[in-house]
């Protein structure tokens, strides 16, 4: 006698993908604005933090009292026509429209979609006043810049003096976000360029400056005088 059929093999059990096993993400708020002389607190820490990661420590000397009186002095100048600041704020939450400033600059406001929520161990330190938002707005960074000029051009531009974001929010896409607002503004006023310099043991930041279409101008080297150098020229009779 035929042996009987063996039975159908079961059917697959329903595939169920439990929800904590999808890719999740996260929105953060971020907001670039003119710098007011009461950030100047947060300006100074950013800078102390920029000093430590450049190696540079040595050579800092800046207090809050001397970063007001030169850079928000009595009756300041207009934005952009001497010493700028932009400040990098971050949220949680969205943020809303605040009282402008200046009318020549209107804030930038982007959200950021990361994977894992940042954690910030300076949260607290850097908590901004400025408004506009919940009550967890932070400062990750800033760009300092001011104009200078080109002969060959005949044209201003702008030389960055100092572009900094906190080590928990870099590689997010701010230092992207600081340096492309300053190179916003000098095109919205017909500047010719926009310069700066870095440290050539930076690898990464130089890769990132070429990446975003800077030319790293290996030919040039910076010359300074400072220090009892200068000093010295006090008295020259010239």
Same mark, same amino acid.
């Given at each position: 006698?035929?042996?009987?059929?063996?039975?159908?093999?079961?059917?697959?059990?329903?595939?169920?993908?439990?929800?904590?096993?999808?890719?999740?993400?996260?929105?953060?708020?971020?907001?670039?604005?003119?710098?007011?002389?009461?950030?100047?607190?947060?300006?100074?820490?950013?800078?102390?933090?920029?000093?430590?990661?450049?190696?540079?420590?040595?050579?800092?000397?800046?207090?809050?009292?001397?970063?007001?009186?030169?850079?928000?002095?009595?009756?300041?100048?207009?934005?952009?026509?001497?010493?700028?600041?932009?400040?990098?704020?971050?949220?949680?939450?969205?943020?809303?429209?605040?009282?402008?400033?200046?009318?020549?600059?209107?804030?930038? $406001?982007?959200? *950021?979609?990361?994977? /894992?929520?940042?954690?910030?161990?300076? %949260?607290?330190? &850097?908590?901004?006043?400025? +408004?506009?938002?919940?009550?967890?707005?932070?400062?990750?960074?800033?760009?300092?810049?001011?104009?200078?000029?080109?002969?060959?051009?005949?044209?201003?531009?702008?030389?960055?003096?100092?572009?900094?974001?906190?080590?928990?929010?870099?590689?997010?896409?701010?230092?992207?976000?600081?340096?492309?607002?300053?190179?916003?503004?000098?095109?919205?006023?017909? $500047?010719?360029? *926009?310069?700066?310099? /870095?440290?050539?043991?930076?690898?990464? %930041?130089?890769? &990132?400056?070429?990446?975003? +279409?800077?030319?790293?101008?290996?030919?040039?080297?910076?010359?300074?005088?400072?220090?009892?150098?200068?000093?010295?020229?006090?008295?020259?009779?010239?």
């Amino acid at each position: 006698m035929a042996a009987a059929a063996p039975p159908p093999p079961p059917s697959p059990a329903p595939s169920v993908i439990s929800e904590d096993l999808l890719p999740t993400s996260h929105n953060l708020f971020s907001r670039i604005r003119l710098a007011k002389i009461a950030d100047v607190p947060h300006i100074h820490k950013l800078i102390h933090q920029m000093a430590v990661f450049e190696r540079l420590t040595h050579l800092f000397s800046a207090t809050e009292s001397s970063l007001s009186s030169t850079l928000f002095p009595p009756n300041p100048p207009q934005p952009f026509t001497s010493f700028t600041v932009f400040l990098l704020e971050v949220s949680r939450t969205p943020f809303v429209s605040i009282d402008q400033i200046n009318p020549s600059f209107d804030p930038v $406001y982007k959200t *950021v979609m990361i994977d /894992v929520p940042i954690n910030d161990p300076e %949260a607290e330190l &850097f908590k901004s006043g400025a +408004g506009g938002g919940g009550n967890d707005i932070v400062v990750a960074g800033f760009v300092l810049f001011f104009p200078n000029y080109s002969t060959f051009l005949a044209k201003p531009g702008f030389y960055i003096e100092d572009i900094f974001v906190r080590e928990c929010y870099r590689r997010k896409g701010f230092g992207k976000m600081l340096l492309s607002a300053v190179a916003a503004q000098a095109a919205k006023m017909g $500047y010719g360029r *926009v310069e700066w310099v /870095v440290l050539d043991w930076n690898v990464n %930041a130089i890769k &990132f400056y070429e990446e975003m +279409g800077a030319e790293v101008m290996k030919e040039w080297r910076v010359c300074r005088l400072t220090g009892e150098a200068l000093q010295t020229f006090a008295n020259v009779n010239i």
